[in-house]
């Protein structure tokens, strides 16, 4: 299957470009998967809610209230959505800026992965702005709130998938065979890679940030002034997570196109990211350990919220993190996913702790998802899928490069 | 070397401007000190709860009449349909109706949210929402400590309500509607500064009858709704853990470290990846 692919793209030099593309369009393999018969029905479902929701306005899908005017869309959506998306800045840093060559094989895959998530993730907040056809105003448009912190994530979402595109582009070069161009794009990476990073430190931070301003509307056991350190440093681990769960995953799915040799690198690939993960994963713990010293709130302990602050610490960083140091003494790549899997629902918990469940924790009302809030955002999910699925069918994502491409350096 | 040090700290503390200045120019016009901007007395000693105001507030902003009547231990709260609310409440000396609206902050949570400067602080001190740079965001509802912005949830074509001082009458060299139909006299409109002033002389010349507080003089910073009550206000639902200080400072460290960052996070990635770069000279270099 894969094979075809490339006989089409080695002799396609401009020509046929069209029929080419018209050619990748259709899909490849087999139609009735259980993934496919799962996602087609809640695609489709959150199509029609999606139209409801622009038609009969937000408050027609969704249980946001005056009071917690953010909910699902945003808290897990966006906020937790991005924490996940950081594995590829420190995946390029670590082969690109450290020259570690050894991670170079999951580069692309992470990359692809982290551009998709901020495209379908930072895309899905268009759903929820109330007016969207002025989301332009503070690109072009002499709107500028630059005292936003908003603003400035709004603007890093937007470098950044360009970053994250030119990081990738060779791989789109190598699928259509354009040889020049893929020259230039390899060029551009490491200024790619150097501006991606700046801006990923910037605006994972920046999330945090952007709830430093809602002081007595979070929870005092996770609003400090801190929230931006601690959102950039669980980034760092929540990315890792996600690539070891992913790489294990797309290793099954996808297995037909790797090669041997990197089947055999991604043992010790996961087993080294288990290290990188404990090791920040205990930062974090410290550096949260530290706030709440220095928050002085040992009398919230002995509440609800209190219960549930110590099951996040304890059970979902320090936890998983002695398993990360666990499996790498004894070397088993089975823990490690579990610590990542354990990991990932912490970041889900605490993400979700700072933007929904601490969020007004004192209103008299709480905040749930409704069932269509969730079930769009599974549709966003699932078409993230779609797409990613798409390419790597299609373009050297996981599979080898073609050989005029490893030539060309 | 007393010299050196000195020229040293000064280079420091330049560079630091011109980097603040820079990217980020967060301390904009917003300064409460300098001018004296347009603002509101509210007496609470003084209201009686006829709701002249709410039906003069809706009217001048198009919205529909409010809806039921002040009443003790019951909570009116403001929403998309009204921007002005009176409330009753039981206090140690009896029942006392307050009045809820924007607070038109010196420094505003909201402005300084708005990533598109819908939400602006007027040179002469109101707060309004500008419909057409809005994108239907609701920073400004999270940021706000007074929680005032409302988001029109149910409406394809959403708009954020809150009180804009009527900006608008303001432009005719009218003062505010609810200003205007108080007939006990409760609401005074004037400059923030003579306003306090009066404030403090009605507590100077009744202490028996007021509290010791302005609520609005310094709370977030300082807002030009200004109060004036009989008893102390957490007894009439005021919010009285808010900081004193203004809320934007909170995120002002995070946006003064942005340029910083900028100029030196890629200076550093780069001398890195140049002094890491011949350690693997000897592995293949596919790109």
């Known amino acids: 299957m894969s094979n075809t692919t490339y006989a089409i793209a080695k002799d396609n030099d401009g020509k046929n470009i069209l029929k080419f593309l018209l050619g990748e369009l259709k899909p490849k393999g087999k139609i009735f998967t259980p993934f496919n018969i799962i996602s087609i029905p809640i695609m489709l479902l959150g199509l029609v809610l999606i139209v409801i929701r622009f038609w009969k306005g937000i408050g027609s899908i969704t249980n946001l209230t005056q009071d917690v005017p953010w909910g699902l869309w945003i808290g897990f959506d966006v906020v937790t959505g991005v924490a996940f998306a950081g594995g590829a800045y420190v995946i390029t840093f670590m082969v690109y800026i450290l020259n570690m060559k050894k991670y170079h094989s999951i580069v692309r895959i992470t990359v692809l992965n982290g551009f998709l998530a901020y495209v379908f993730y930072a895309g899905a907040l268009l759903l929820d702005l109330g007016r969207p056809w002025n989301v332009v105003n503070p690109i072009i448009g002499n709107s500028f709130g630059t005292s936003s912190v908003l603003f400035l994530v709004a603007w890093h979402f937007l470098l950044y998938m360009i970053a994250q595109l030119i990081e990738f582009s060779p791989a789109i070069a190598e699928w259509l065979g354009a040889r020049r161009a893929h020259k230039i794009l390899s060029g551009m990476t490491l200024a790619a890679v150097i501006f991606g990073i700046t801006l990923s430190t910037l605006h994972q931070s920046g999330l945090g940030a952007m709830y430093l301003m809602a002081k007595e509307k979070i929870h005092p056991l996770w609003y400090s002034e801190f929230i931006p350190v601690m959102f950039f440093v669980s980034s760092i681990f929540a990315g890792l997570s996600l690539v070891i769960f992913e790489g294990s995953i797309s290793n099954k799915v996808f297995s037909d196109q790797i090669s041997d040799k990197n089947h055999k690198a991604h043992h010790g690939i996961v087993i080294s990211f288990a290290k990188v993960c404990a090791v920040t994963m205990f930062a974090y713990f410290f550096l949260q350990l530290l706030v709440f010293v220095h928050g002085q709130h040992w009398d919230l302990l002995n509440t609800t919220m209190g219960y549930w602050y110590l099951t996040e610490m304890l059970g979902f960083v320090l936890f998983p993190m002695l398993l990360f140091f666990y499996s790498y003494r004894i070397n088993n790549i089975l823990l490690v996913k579990i610590a990542a899997i354990i990991t990932m629902l912490g970041i889900i918990i605490n993400r979700l702790n700072v933007t929904i469940i601490g969020f007004r924790w004192d209103a008299a009302t709480h905040y749930y998802p409704s069932w269509m809030e969730i079930v769009v955002t599974l549709a966003v999910i699932f078409t993230e899928i779609w797409i990613f699925r798409w390419i790597i069918n299609r373009m050297p994502v996981l599979r080898e490069s073609p050989t005029w491409a490893k030539n060309q350096k | ?287």
């Open chain 2, 1 to 287: 070397m007393s010299i050196n040090r000195r020229s040293f700290f000064k280079f420091l503390s330049l560079t630091g401007i011109t980097l603040a200045v820079g990217k980020e120019s967060v301390a904009q016009s917003d300064k409460g000190q300098e001018v004296d901007f347009l603002s509101i007395l509210y007496d609470s000693t003084h209201c009686v709860g006829c709701q002249s105001c709410e039906f003069a507030c809706a009217e001048a902003h198009g919205l529909p009449e409010p809806v039921g009547a002040p009443e003790a231990g019951k909570i009116r709260k403001l929403d998309e349909t009204n921007r002005s609310v009176i409330n009753c409440y039981n206090t140690s000396k009896g029942e006392i109706y307050v009045k809820q609206q924007c607070m038109h902050c010196n420094e505003p949570a909201c402005s300084s949210a708005c990533l598109t400067n819908a939400m602006h602080k007027t040179k002469e001190g109101p707060v309004i929402w500008r419909g057409n740079k809005c994108m239907g965001c609701r920073y400004c509802m999270v940021s706000c400590p007074f929680d005032i912005p409302k988001f029109e949830f149910h409406s394809a074509n959403p708009k954020i309500q809150k009180c804009n001082m009527c900006f608008d009458r303001l432009e005719e060299r009218k003062i505010p509607a609810c200003v205007e139909n108080c007939p006990a006299e409760a609401l005074v409109f004037g400059t923030r500064r003579e306003l306090i002033k009066e404030a403090r002389k009605r507590i100077v010349e009744n202490p028996d009858t007021y509290v010791d507080q302005i609520y609005g003089e310094d709370e977030a910073g300082g807002t030009g709704i200004l109060y004036l009550s009989s008893v102390p206000f957490n007894e009439l639902g005021f919010r009285t853990n808010l900081q004193k200080t203004s809320y934007p400072e909170l995120s002002k460290g995070f946006l003064y470290s942005v340029p910083t960052i900028f100029v030196l996070w890629p200076a550093l990635l780069l001398g890195i990846h140049e002094a890491t770069k011949n350690n693997h000279v000897k592995e293949d270099e596919n790109e």
